[in-house]
C-alpha cells in the first residue's frame, strides 16, 4: 500500500493562469474524491468519480474547475483563470466502493494551491 | 439546513488525561459517522467509524460514542499523549446514502507534557 498520491505539493501562481493537480490513488480502490480545505475549516467536498464515472460534482465547483480520470486510475483537477479566492489545499481521496457500508477515505497530503 | 459543528475552540489537556471531543448535527439522521485525524500541512487520517445501531466502538486508546437522539458523537482519547495533539474532524453523510461524506471543522487538540 503505497498511498495516495499528489503531485505537486504546492503550487505558487498568477492570477488568471491555470493549474492542474494530479491524483494517484491507492491501486486497487475504484473510488476518488477531490477536496478543498481552507485553513480553520474541514475539507469541503468537490466532486468524485466511481471509476473513470463522474458521479457528483458540488456546487462550489464551478465552470472554471474540471476533473477527469481517464482509465479509472489517476485523476487531474484543473483550475482555469484562477482567481484570489481558489488559494487553498486541494485534497484528494480514495476507497473502495461503499456497498452496504461505507468504507473510510485514504486521503493524499494535497496541493497548497496559493494565487498571487 | 444541515450542519455539524465541532468546537472551533482548541482543547489544552494535560498529558494522560482523557480528552473528550464533541461532534454535533442537526437536522438529519446518519447511517454512520466517521472521525479522522489531521496533522499540520497532511490530510486527513481515518481513525474510526460507527454506525446509528452501534452506540460505542473502540480501538486501543480510542472511544467513540453515537447518540442519534442527541444527534452527537463523542470521542475519548484515554491516557493522552503530545503525540496526540492534532486536529479531530468529523465526517458523517449529510445528503442521503453512502457516497460521500461532509466533515466538520474540526477541533484542534494540544496535550501538554
Known sequence: ?116 | SQKIEQNSEALNIQEGKTATLTCNYTNYSPAYLQWYRQDPGRGPVFLLLIRENEKEKRKERLKVTFDTTLKQSLFHITASQPADSATYLCALPLSGGYQKVTFGTGTKLQVIP
Open chain 1, 1 to 116: 500500500d503505497t498511498g495516495v498520491s499528489q503531485d505537486p505539493r504546492h503550487k505558487i501562481t498568477k492570477r488568471g493562469q491555470n493549474v492542474t493537480f494530479r491524483c494517484d490513488p491507492i491501486s486497487e480502490h475504484n473510488r476518488l474524491y477531490w477536496y478543498r480545505q481552507t485553513l480553520g475549516q474541514g475539507p469541503e467536498f468537490l466532486t468524485y468519480f466511481q471509476n473513470e464515472a463522474q458521479l457528483e460534482k458540488s456546487r462550489l465547483l464551478s465552470d472554471r474547475f474540471s476533473a477527469e480520470r481517464p482509465k479509472g486510475s489517476f485523476s487531474t483537477l484543473e483550475i482555469q483563470r484562477t482567481e484570489q479566492g481558489d488559494s487553498a489545499m486541494y485534497l484528494c481521496a480514495s476507497s473502495l466502493t461503499a456497498g452496504a457500508s461505507n468504507q473510510p477515505q485514504h486521503f493524499g497530503d494535497g496541493t497548497r494551491l496559493s494565487i498571487l
